[in-house]
């Protein structure tokens, strides 16, 4: 359900205005990084935890799902990089407790100042069913899908079953995130917003996660896509890789630009990571670089409209279902 007005501010307190500077001149480029100045009190102290639904000591992530006030919420605490500009804050600045000692050997836990031990903590409130079976630990299948396939049984799926695009609409209208935003092209046809994706902390270039997100609604994912949508792609990827070579000092030869396929979200939009981050989501069974797409369109307009795709699905994902009932698994 919607949330009232009333309630949202009492769980998320208005936050003000987000204060962007720039950033150390290194000769990367102007990095520039938005840091929210107001405390947004704590939304979390009335969390009750229900279950953890995946941890990963190597990703060193946790996701929790549980209740605020009665209603489902999934939290996701992420342990961050270090930053290598805070290091000798954080050896001047830290307690250090021994652990052990042996001969050149030590270990010790070190007890960085608050300020530099900092925990990414992403919130999703009222989370719906939906949203704690996508954070929930699966196992993972590959499905095949043809072009008649596509038609007969993923969309009616998706049309029927998705997750809500509101906070893209919300992005676009200027009503949240819009401080974040770093590039603007207002043209209805071939213009999107680029900003950071709410998986990068913007602390430091290493893990680059910003997305690009089409003004055009009607696009759902890559099987839309033909060669009327080609000026819209090749305008993401170049004016994206100025924007990116501009503000980070990355070249396009740092980046990798894709589309997800399946989504999460059905309207277009464009990933832009870090070539040398291993993000989640960017393995060729999910990815398609926009590059690849885009020649495949030249090659055949209707590529995505009649070639087969796979892509991968959750144990508990209905569409996993649905191809079972069709006798397609
Ligand atoms: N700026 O409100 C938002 C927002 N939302 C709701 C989603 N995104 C947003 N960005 C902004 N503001 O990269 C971003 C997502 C994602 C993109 C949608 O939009 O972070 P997609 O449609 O292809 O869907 O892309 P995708 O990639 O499956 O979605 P998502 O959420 O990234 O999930 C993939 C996996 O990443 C999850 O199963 C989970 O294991 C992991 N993950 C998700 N969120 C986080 C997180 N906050 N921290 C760590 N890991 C996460």
Do not use: C
């Given at each position: 359900?919607?949330?009232?007005?009333?309630?949202?501010?009492?769980?998320?307190?208005?936050?003000?205005?987000?204060?962007?500077?720039?950033?150390?001149?290194?000769?990367?480029?102007?990095?520039?990084?938005?840091?929210?100045?107001?405390?947004?009190?704590?939304?979390?102290?009335?969390f009750?935890?229900?279950?953890?639904l995946?941890?990963?000591?190597?990703?060193?992530?946790?996701?929790?799902?549980?209740?605020?006030?009665?209603?489902?919420?999934?939290?996701?605490?992420?342990?961050?990089?270090?930053?290598?500009?805070?290091?000798?804050?954080?050896?001047?600045?830290?307690?250090?407790?021994?652990?052990?000692?042996?001969?050149?050997?030590?270990?010790?836990?070190?007890?960085?100042?608050?300020?530099?031990?900092?925990?990414?903590?992403?919130v999703?409130?009222?989370?719906?069913?939906?949203?704690?079976?996508?954070?929930?630990?699966?196992?993972?299948?590959?499905?095949?899908?043809?072009?008649?396939?596509?038609?007969?049984?993923?969309?009616?799926?998706?049309?029927?079953?998705?997750?809500?695009?509101?906070?893209?609409?919300?992005?676009?209208?200027?009503?949240?995130?819009?401080?974040?935003?770093?590039?603007?092209?207002?043209?209805p046809?071939?213009?999107?917003?680029?900003?950071p994706d709410?998986?990068?902390?913007?602390?430091?270039?290493?893990?680059?996660?910003?997305?690009a997100?089409?003004?055009?609604?009607?696009?759902?994912?890559?099987?839309d896509?033909?060669?009327?949508?080609?000026?819209?792609?090749?305008?993401?990827?170049?004016?994206?890789?100025?924007?990116?070579?501009?503000?980070?000092?990355?070249?396009?030869?740092?980046?990798r630009?894709?589309?997800?396929?399946q989504?999460?979200?059905y309207?277009?939009?464009?990933?832009?990571?870090?070539?040398?981050?291993?993000?989640?989501?960017?393995?060729?069974?999910?990815?398609?670089?926009?590059?690849?797409?885009?020649?495949?369109?030249?090659?055949?307009?209707?590529?995505?409209?009649?070639?087969?795709?796979?892509?991968?699905?959750?144990?508990?994902?209905?569409?996993?279902?649905?191809?079972?009932?069709?006798?397609?698994?």
């Open positions: 359900r919607e949330l009232g007005e009333e309630e949202i501010n009492e769980f998320f307190p208005k936050i003000k205005k987000s204060k962007a500077h720039p950033e150390s001149e290194n000769g990367k480029g102007e990095h520039k990084i938005t840091e929210n100045t107001e405390e947004s009190g704590n939304v979390l102290s009335k009750e935890t229900a279950a953890v995946s941890d990963s000591a190597r990703e060193k992530t946790v996701f929790v799902h549980g209740k605020i006030s009665g209603q489902d919420a999934v939290v996701i605490l992420e342990k961050t990089p270090i930053q290598k500009e805070v290091l000798s804050q954080i050896f001047s600045e830290s307690r250090l407790k021994l652990q052990m000692k042996n001969d050149i050997y030590s270990t010790y836990q070190l007890q960085a100042p608050a300020h530099l031990n900092e925990i990414k903590t992403t999703v409130f009222p989370a719906t069913q939906k949203h704690i079976q996508k954070y929930q630990r699966q196992e993972s299948f590959l499905l095949e899908e043809t072009a008649e396939d596509y038609f007969s049984i993923t969309l009616p799926y998706i049309q029927e079953q998705h997750f809500s695009v509101q906070w893209v609409y919300n992005i676009l209208e200027k009503k949240a995130e819009s401080e974040r935003i770093l590039f603007e092209d207002t043209d046809k071939t213009g999107f917003v680029l900003l709410f998986k990068w902390n913007q602390k430091q270039v290493d893990d680059l996660y910003l997305i997100i089409s003004h055009l609604r009607d696009i759902k994912s890559l099987r896509l033909t060669s009327e949508h080609l000026p819209l792609l090749q305008n993401i990827l170049l004016k994206g890789q100025d924007l990116i070579l501009s503000t980070f000092g990355l070249p396009r030869s740092k980046l630009v894709y589309l997800h396929y989504p999460s979200y309207h277009l939009h464009v990933h832009f990571t870090h070539l040398g981050f291993d993000a989640l989501g960017s393995g060729v069974e999910r990815a398609h670089l926009i590059q690849d797409v885009i020649q495949n369109i030249q090659i055949n307009p209707r590529f995505y409209q009649t070639r087969t795709l796979y892509f991968p699905v959750r144990a508990d994902d209905g569409l996993l279902r649905k191809y079972r009932e069709a006798g397609k698994m």
